[in-house]
């Protein structure tokens, strides 16, 4: 009973997902979606607006209802989880538009964080401030009072107090700086590389993609419809016939 | 009669018409003033705790404890009404105050069936003492020190705890919340039953003062809303005591030059008009304010 199961989850894929439908009240936007996350993996997910990526993410952590198929992290089945118990488990959202607590100082965001990997796990604020050393300064003040990239350096760093093993990220480039875009894309590779970290990132920033992802999924009225690496997706032919960029 | 003796019967009644509203409207604070549930069984919560005390009390347990079993009974009820009925009418405005409404008449009249008009009165404890020709009762002065006492507490638990912070943070956002791990169903059945055993406990101090009815709530529950509405949303703490401070203020000036009546109708003047020029309560014109200075300063 005790080494054969963790053997048996080295093995496995971290997070997969199988055949899942959900979306709002009747309406299904996923329909039929399959993939599967290796741990340290870095998959980005793109694809046009209103194709289901942010309705993907919200399934995954479970803010939305799923209405067919299965979700499984680290070996269990979590579909029918609430998102908090999701969230212990080891799976951190960074939603799109960031999500942060306004109302609330920036270091109380960060203490927040705490709440995720579950209980017991040491929370290590001094790793955070060493990627992002705004968040010490503005400790103290109100979280919505900061810029946007500094909104998206709180979103990040507040999901790594709690050490997830699991990030799920939601277009983390939307109306922020180049320069910050890239020193978090950086961040993100070293976490995956050195640390017990596995990313999904839905970005329209090819650059972002092609710089942080192992593997690359298009999406297209709500199912996957190809797979790419970081190469092909830089390709522009490439990225015009799924994405219609021109 | 001596100034003195003037002077300090209208700081008395100051302090007192403060007491009554901020008591009234503790337990309204949370699940009105930072959850935005409206509650308008609250009356009846606080009719409970009366009931616990007095039952207690003549049980033989000693006041001050007959008064904390008032807030535990209270807010297992609470906890019990939210499970059961107010959890499905969340950020449904009119639906939850019809509901809640009907609660109130409900246990009302089911006291009101099962224990008959009245019951057996709890004595005032501790006396009186005098300034001058006149005398005040001492158990005022408690119910006014007592109720900024549990102000403050809710003050220090929802701006220095982890719980407060938790709190905070469902109210604000519940979706993210959730997505840092916390289970906000529970933390919604916990903090309405938190507000419910504060409303249980200033029931219980009001038992010692007021006949005890099956219609003993129904006061409380207005009193409560127009301070809490009063004082805004912006800062929920500094909006409440600021509020019971200007309408008591309009209460006791008015009672002195004329009657308890057309005080009462000058609270509700008061609340009127600052709710005219300040609908969204005193708390966000002041928060505004801060920030104007902050802006100035630096
Ligand atoms: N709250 C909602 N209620 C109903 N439909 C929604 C809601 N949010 C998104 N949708 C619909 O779901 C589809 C997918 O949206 P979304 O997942 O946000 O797309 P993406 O993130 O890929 O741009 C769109 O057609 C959108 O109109
Ligand atoms: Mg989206």
């Excluded at chain 1, 999500?99 to 955070?128: C, H, P, W, Y």
């Excluded at chain 1, 010490?136 to 919505?144: D, Y």
């Excluded at chain 1, 480039?173 to 596995?198: A, F, M």
């Excluded at chain 2, 009907?102 to 006291?111: N, Y």
Aim: proline content about 3%; charged content about 15%.
């Amino acid at each position: 009973m005790a080494a054969e199961p963790a053997e048996r989850q080295s093995e496995q894929a971290l997070l997969s997902v199988d055949g899942i439908s959900s979306g709002y009240g009747s309406a299904r936007i996923l329909q039929n979606l399959s993939f599967a996350v290796e741990r340290h993996e870095i998959l980005a997910i793109v694809g046009r607006n209103g194709v289901g990526k942010t309705t993907l993410m919200k399934t995954l952590i479970g803010l939305l209802r799923l209405m067919d198929g299965t979700i499984e992290f680290k070996g269990e089945s979590i579909g029918r989880f609430r998102p908090s118990r999701r969230a212990h488990r080891g799976i951190a959202y960074v939603p799109q538009g960031r999500g942060i607590f306004n109302r609330m100082s920036v270091t109380e965001n960060l203490v927040l964080g705490q709440g995720l990997g579950g209980i017991g796990r040491k929370a290590d604020f001094d790793r955070v401030y060493r990627f992002f050393p705004r968040l010490k300064e503005r400790g103290s003040q109100k979280a919505g009072s900061m810029s946007g990239g500094e909104q998206q350096q709180l979103a990040i760093g507040r999901v790594l107090v709690g050490q997830p093993e699991l990030i799920l990220l939601d277009e983390p480039s939307e109306g922020i700086q180049p320069n910050i875009v890239q020193e978090i894309g950086q961040i993100i590779r070293r976490l995956t590389e050195q640390e017990d970290l596995t990313v999904i990132i839905v970005e329209q920033n090819l650059e972002l993609i092609h710089s942080v992802a192992d593997r690359c999924m298009v999406m297209d009225k709500g199912t996957i419809i190809a797979h790419l690496t970081p190469d092909e997706i830089a390709d522009e032919e490439v990225a015009k016939r799924y994405l219609a960029i021109a | 009669m001596e100034t003195v003796s003037i002077i300090f019967s209208f700081i008395y009644q100051y302090a007192d018409n403060i007491g009554f509203l901020l008591l009234a409207a503790v337990g309204l604070i949370i699940i009105f003033g930072m959850m935005g549930v409206i509650n308008m069984a609250h009356g009846e919560l606080m009719m409970i705790g009366a009931y616990i005390t007095a039952f207690a009390y003549h049980a033989g347990v000693p006041a001050p404890i007959a008064i904390i079993f008032a807030g535990i009974g209270s807010g297992l009820a609470g906890i019990v009404l939210e499970r059961l009925v107010i959890r499905f009418f969340y950020r449904q405005l009119l639906s939850s105050l019809v509901v809640t409404w009907g609660i109130s008449l409900v246990l009302t009249e089911g006291f009101l069936l099962i224990f008959g008009p009245s019951i057996l009165n709890v004595p005032t404890p501790f006396g009186s003492f005098g300034v001058g020709e006149l005398t005040f009762g001492i158990y005022r002065l408690v119910l006014f020190g007592v109720a900024l006492l549990l102000i403050g507490l809710i003050w220090a638990l929802f701006s220095y705890t982890r719980f407060g912070a938790r709190a905070r943070a469902t109210m604000e956002n519940p979706e993210m919340a959730e997505a840092f791990g916390i289970n906000t169903s529970r933390m919604y059945a916990l903090t309405f039953g938190l507000g419910s055993a504060l409303g249980g406990i200033a029931g219980g101090m009001f038992a010692l003062t007021a006949t005890i009815s099956p219609f003993f709530g129904v006061n409380y529950t207005l009193f409560a809303f127009i301070t809490v509405v009063v004082g805004g949303g912006a800062n929920v703490i500094t909006g409440v005591t600021t509020s019971a401070a200007a309408l008591a203020g309009a209460q006791t000036i008015v009672n002195n030059a004329w009657s308890v009546y057309v005080g009462y109708v000058s609270m509700m003047l008061a609340a009127f008009l600052i709710l005219l020029i300040l609908p969204r309560g005193i708390s966000e014109y002041l928060e505004r304010r801060k920030i104007r200075v902050a802006k100035k300063n630096g």
